[in-house]
């Protein structure tokens, strides 16, 4: 952009933000939802809070209200703010993940419909008209080259897993890219803590799969906090050392479950702590009055909430007891 864009530029969004903070789920509204005496009123808990009616006994179109919320979120906010790239930061990987739909499917020689997510930058009809129709020149051209590079490793792997591995190493590269145009301090650390949830997630995985090091080697991302080799050694040594190296890190208790998800605990309490800690550096933003952060910080904790209803109505509705989905819960921004 041609002028600096400055903090400052920021304090009309920024309060308008403050403001949209208070309709957030907080804790004692998911706990009135846990408490609700029927579905019913779980729903009309949500309408107060600006949902439409959602029923979890119709997931497909429950995701699809949810998805619309989102988009109109999104929507709402791209016009106030000065840099259309934060709002783009929660589109990208969407698109990764419709290209990793569009491959997958080709390959199966599926239709990918049912499998795509239109939330992203490009329109899935427009993204999977490209790739499938060999006009990748159409799309942005990270896209485009990282379609090219994993359709190439499908093609001659034939291992979907691979061409994943392929596609995340494009959009973390994209994402931190974003945060060095951007000149973001607070981007940048939502990009390296993303970067390390998803690196410790790779760790436990493989370990607890038996995979090699030289599979690790090729799942981990460059970019975290955590340097890679010293995620190796602990790899390499089956788990031993686990706590100890993300015992300095926001990720510690993270890893605690890590090391008991090895011992047979459970990958579900360890995947929320991963969320979590994710989550505890974006809290950070309530206390930044005005800049990027607070919009970035407010889109993401509206991301933790779309997964946190899904948890609550799902869990509800399959009838699991109260403490088994508040311990699924995502830790909230409010």
Same mark, same amino acid.
């Given at each position: 952009?041609?002028?600096?864009?400055?903090?400052?530029?920021?304090?009309?969004?920024?309060?308008?933000?403050?403001?949209?903070?208070?309709?957030?789920?907080?804790?004692?509204?998911?706990? /009135?939802?846990?408490?609700?005496?029927?579905?019913?009123?779980?729903?009309?808990?949500?309408?107060?809070?600006?949902?439409?009616?959602? !029923?979890?006994?119709?997931?497909? #179109?429950? !995701?699809?209200?949810?998805?619309?919320?989102?988009?109109?979120?999104?929507?709402?906010?791209?016009?106030?703010?000065?840099?259309?790239?934060?709002?783009?930061?929660?589109?990208? @990987?969407?698109?990764?993940?419709?290209?990793?739909?569009?491959?997958?499917? /080709?390959?199966?020689?599926?239709?990918?419909?049912?499998?795509?997510?239109?939330?992203?930058?490009?329109?899935?009809?427009?993204? @999977?008209?490209?790739?499938?129709?060999?006009?990748?020149?159409?799309?942005?051209?990270?896209?485009?080259?990282?379609?090219?590079?994993?359709?190439?490793?499908?093609?001659?792997?034939?291992?979907?897993?691979?061409?994943?591995?392929?596609?995340?190493?494009?959009?973390?590269?994209?994402?931190?890219?974003?945060?060095?145009?951007?000149?973001?301090?607070?981007?940048?650390?939502?990009?390296?803590?993303?970067?390390?949830?998803?690196?410790?997630?790779?760790?436990?995985?493989?370990?607890?799969?038996? @995979?090699?090091?030289?599979?690790? @080697?090729?799942?981990?991302?460059?970019?975290?906090?955590?340097?890679?080799? #010293?995620?190796?050694?602990?790899?390499?040594?089956?788990?031993?050392?686990?706590?100890?190296?993300?015992?300095?890190?926001?990720? /510690?208790?993270?890893?605690?479950?890590?090391?008991?998800?090895?011992?047979?605990?459970?990958?579900?309490?360890?995947?929320?702590?991963?969320? !979590?800690?994710?989550?505890?550096?974006?809290?950070?933003?309530?206390?930044?009055?005005?800049?990027?952060?607070?919009?970035?910080?407010?889109?993401? #904790?509206?991301?933790?909430?779309?997964?946190?209803?899904?948890?609550?109505?799902?869990?509800?509705?399959?009838?699991?007891?109260?403490?088994?989905?508040?311990?699924?819960?995502?830790?909230?921004?409010?």
């Amino acid at each position: 952009m041609a002028n600096k864009i400055k903090d400052t530029d920021y304090l009309a969004i920024s309060a308008r933000i403050k403001a949209m903070e208070t309709g957030l789920l907080s804790r004692e509204r998911m706990e /009135q939802i846990l408490d609700a005496k029927n579905s019913e009123e779980a729903v009309k808990i949500l309408q107060e809070c600006g949902y439409p009616e959602l !029923d979890a006994r119709d997931p497909e #179109a429950m !995701d699809a209200a949810l998805s619309a919320a989102r988009e109109a979120t999104l929507a709402d906010l791209t016009g106030g703010a000065p840099d259309p790239r934060y709002i783009d930061i929660f589109k990208l @990987k969407y698109d990764y993940h419709n290209v990793k739909s569009i491959l997958k499917a /080709q390959a199966m020689n599926v239709s990918p419909d049912r499998m795509l997510m239109d939330m992203g930058r490009v329109p899935a009809a427009v993204l @999977k008209d490209a790739i499938l129709g060999g006009k990748l020149d159409e799309l942005p051209e990270n896209l485009a080259n990282a379609a090219a590079e994993a359709k190439d490793t499908l093609d001659a792997a034939r291992d979907p897993q691979l061409s994943d591995i392929v596609l995340d190493r494009w959009c973390y590269q994209e994402m931190i890219q974003a945060a060095e145009d951007t000149g973001s301090a607070f981007l940048a650390g939502y990009v390296q803590a993303q970067i390390d949830a998803s690196n410790l997630r790779s760790l436990v995985r493989t370990i607890r799969m038996g @995979k090699s090091v030289e599979f690790l @080697k090729a799942v981990l991302m460059e970019g975290g906090d955590v340097e890679t080799s #010293a995620m190796i050694s602990v790899g390499a040594a089956g788990g031993t050392g686990l706590t100890e190296l993300y015992a300095p890190t926001r990720f /510690q208790s993270a890893a605690e479950a890590g090391a008991e998800a090895l011992r047979g605990g459970s990958l579900t309490e360890f995947e929320k702590r991963c969320d !979590d800690a994710v989550g505890d550096y974006l809290a950070g933003a309530q206390f930044v009055p005005f800049g990027e952060a607070p919009l970035l910080g407010y889109l993401a #904790a509206r991301e933790t909430e779309y997964t946190n209803i899904r948890i609550l109505l799902m869990g509800r509705g399959a009838g699991l007891p109260a403490d088994v989905i508040r311990s699924r819960l995502r830790a909230g921004y409010v």
